[in-house]
C-alpha cells in the first residue's frame, strides 16, 4: 500500500483547502412584489417566474 514519506505541510493543506468555502445565496428582488427570492425561480410569495403566474402563492 502507498504511503507518504512525507507529511504535508500546513500551508499545502491550506493551499489546497482554499477552495472549500462556502457561498451565501444570491438572492434578487422579485419584479412583481419586490420579495427577495432565489434566481432562476419563481417567487414564494406572489408565484410569478419571468411574469407569468406559474404556481400558487403562500397566502392564496
Not at 425561480?41 to 403566474?53: F, H, M, T
Amino acid at each position: 500500500m502507498a504511503v507518504p514519506k512525507r507529511r504535508t505541510s500546513v500551508s499545502k493543506k491550506n493551499k489546497r483547502r482554499s477552495h472549500h468555502a462556502l457561498t451565501a445565496p444570491a438572492f434578487v428582488a422579485c419584479p412583481q412584489c419586490g420579495e427577495p427570492r432565489l434566481r432562476h425561480r419563481a417567487c414564494a410569495s406572489c408565484g410569478v417566474y419571468r411574469g407569468k403566474k406559474v404556481i400558487a402563492a403562500a397566502g392564496e
